[in-house]
């Protein structure tokens, strides 16, 4: 399964970003050659000054032996190589610019693509899942979480795969450069440099150790006077209280200077790992200078320019490794949330034709979680269309689970189920969307033109009593909701989710205990608001969970739920005083 993961992952990645990526690469050995070139011309225009002859050999200008691979036999004059190095300078300078900017743009424009492939990917998958599995998770917290991570792979591709690749070859170009400059001389400065640099290195994370300990214990201290100070004053116990209250001071004081100590030494200690490394074989060389007689001038000042080239490669690259270390549990999460909803879409229930007597017909319908809890078991219903159908019984006997299977939301273990497609779920918590009053009610009817809309969405703010008046309405449509209808009481969400689902004109409402969070009153309204919908069409139906007994007595029909089972059905007077 998890190979079917990285898979779907990989082909979602290459088929979004593929274009970009594949004329985005080739650049990338430009740039490289264009700093390599720089680098030596550097080193060209260095050694020139040590020229006092008007006519200069142009091998004379190549460093060490790589004069044995660049073959210039000619003599040109001074001032002609004055003017012409400048010039291979502007012009490598162009083609860096040129291959850097193109290689960035459409690697990035590439990591757009697929972080956007990725998010469509993750939405489809997880609005398309059955209930079962969005049930086992939390909608904001998936939400922050889808963006969060392809955020990272969106930099990751566009930033930090491209940035590797075209550092790594960069200096993979100077090191072969600095081989064929003086293999002897490199060897040397490895023999010097890594030891140097792993110790330097070593240093820097333990200096980030330090620190990072120093904040958790900062963070430590905090909690315990915090939780004492709670547990103190409960107890009246202030001597002690102020006890803590000094200690906690000394301590703080304490670990703030040492971690104020160790980020001063690391970030000296950054740039420091390059001059002691710099220092140390600019020492070396100048001793080669000196007391070895093949080596050259041009060979020490190209070796340590092509030495503070590599630098700032070596950073970056070693960057890249810790951040695709660190983003490794990000593709294992991408990874795994591609495969836990690709593998399950949900299935919509047959729909019923519209000459159909029926608003809903389910057969033998069982449901049997993932952990082999039996929910349901061989439910069979008729409902034919103008019943207002109530299901009821006691906490856990089923009714709620049967009715999201009834709506799709779930997928029965077996049987069948056929429902008039027109139908709309209201649920016991209603969602509210962060807007204006009016903007949840015609959610789901947008199509309509605005003046049509906001006459339907007045009468049925006045219907259900969120306002009495017209310019009331107005006031109330105009109103602005915050997160989840924040700034609305229980009763008021109830209604203005009714609302927005008679907007929509639906044949069939089913209709999750919409009043178990209501006052009388409000459940009072609720209802005469559905019964006055259903009196505008004799095919207007609807279902509703309820563990209210009054509320349905006066239904056309009752299905008693009991361990999963329909144990009994009929006329709600009847059953329920017999109950």
């Known amino acids: 399964m ?31 050659l264009s700093e390599i070139t720089l680098a030596l011309s550097a080193t060209s225009l260095m ?8 006519r200069i050999p142009v091998s004379d200008l190549i460093p060490g032996n790589l004069k044995n691979y660049i073959q210039f036999n000619q003599t040109l004059d001074r001032k002609d190589i004055i003017f012409i190095i400048p010039l291979i300078i502007i012009a490598a300078s162009f083609v860096k610019l040129i291959s850097g900017f193109m290689s960035s743009y459409l690697t990035e424009r590439a990591g757009h693509k697929v972080a956007h492939s990725l998010r469509e990917e993750m939405l489809k998958g997880f609005l398309s899942s059955p209930g079962n599995k969005l049930d086992q998770k939390n909608p904001d917290f998936i939400a922050n ?36 400059i003086s293999w002897q001389t490199f060897l040397i400065g490895c023999c010097i440099f890594i030891p140097l640099g792993i ?7 333990k200096l980030n150790y330090y620190t990072r300990e120093s904040q958790k214990h900062q963070i430590g201290i905090s909690t315990r006077l915090l939780s004492s100070h709670n547990g103190l004053l409960t107890i009246n116990a202030l001597r002690s209280h102020e006890r803590e209250k000094i200690d906690f001071e000394e301590t703080n004081i304490k670990n703030y200077f040492i971690m104020k100590k160790s980020l001063f030494v ?112 061989n439910c069979s219903i008729t409902i034919p269309k103008g019943l207002k159908i109530a299901f009821v019984g006691e906490s856990g006997a089923g009714k709620t689970t049967f009715l999201r299977a009834l709506a799709g939301l779930i997928i029965p273990t077996q049987g069948n189920i056929s429902i008039n497609p027109d139908f709309l779920l209201t649920s016991q918590t209603p969602y509210i969307f962060r807007g204006t009053v009016k903007e949840n009610i015609i959610y789901a009817e947008r199509s309509l033109p605005e003046h049509i809309a906001e006459d339907k969405a007045k009468d049925l703010i006045i219907a259900l009593m969120l306002a009495y008046s017209e310019s009331g309405s107005k006031l109330i449509l105009d109103k602005n909701l915050g997160f989840l209808g924040d700034g609305l009481s229980g009763g008021e969400k109830a209604r203005i989710a009714l609302a927005r689902t008679l907007f929509a004109s639906p044949k069939l409402i089913l209709l999750d205990e919409p009043t178990a969070n209501l006052d009388a009153q409000s459940a009072e309204l609720f209802w005469k608001a559905i019964d006055n919908w259903k009196s505008k069409n004799s095919e ?21 739920f009991e361990n999963g089972k329909i144990i009994n059905q009929g006329n709600p007077k009847e059953i329920l005083s017999h109950a």
């Open 2 to 32: 998890k190979k079917d993961h990285k898979g779907s992952f990989i082909k979602i990645v290459w088929n979004s970003g593929k274009k970009d990526i594949l004329i985005g690469v080739p650049w990338l050995p430009l740039y490289s």
């Open 47 to 54: 050694k020139l000054l040590f020229f006092t002859t008007p």
């Open 145 to 180: 979480q889808l963006m969060q991570d392809t955020t990272l792979l969106q930099a990751a591709i566009s930033k930090g795969t491209i940035s590797a690749i075209r550092d790594t070859l960069v200096l993979i170009g100077i090191i072969i450069t600095m081989l064929l």
């Open 199 to 205: 110790t330097l290195k070593k240093v820097a994370q």
């Open 266 to 377: 690391r970030t000296f200690f950054t740039p420091g790992m390059e001059f002691f490394a710099t220092c140390m074989l600019a020492f070396v060389f100048a001793w080669r200078l000196n007391y070895v007689g093949d080596f050259e001038a041009s060979t020490y000042s190209s070796m340590l320019i092509l030495l503070a080239f590599s630098f700032k490669y070596i950073k970056n690259i070693t960057g890249s490794i810790t951040f695709f270390s660190e983003i490794r549990v990000v593709l294992q999460r991408v990874q795994s949330f591609l495969g836990d909803f690709s593998n399950s879409k949900l299935i919509k229930p047959s729909p019923l034709p519209s000459y159909a007597k029926e608003a809903i017909i389910a057969n033998q319908v069982s449901y049997v979680t993932e952990n082999g809890k039996e929910i349901l078991t």
């Open 540 to 560: 207007h139906t609807v279902v509703a969970v309820s563990h209210a007994i009054h509320e349905v007595k006066d239904f056309d029909l009752c299905f008693i």
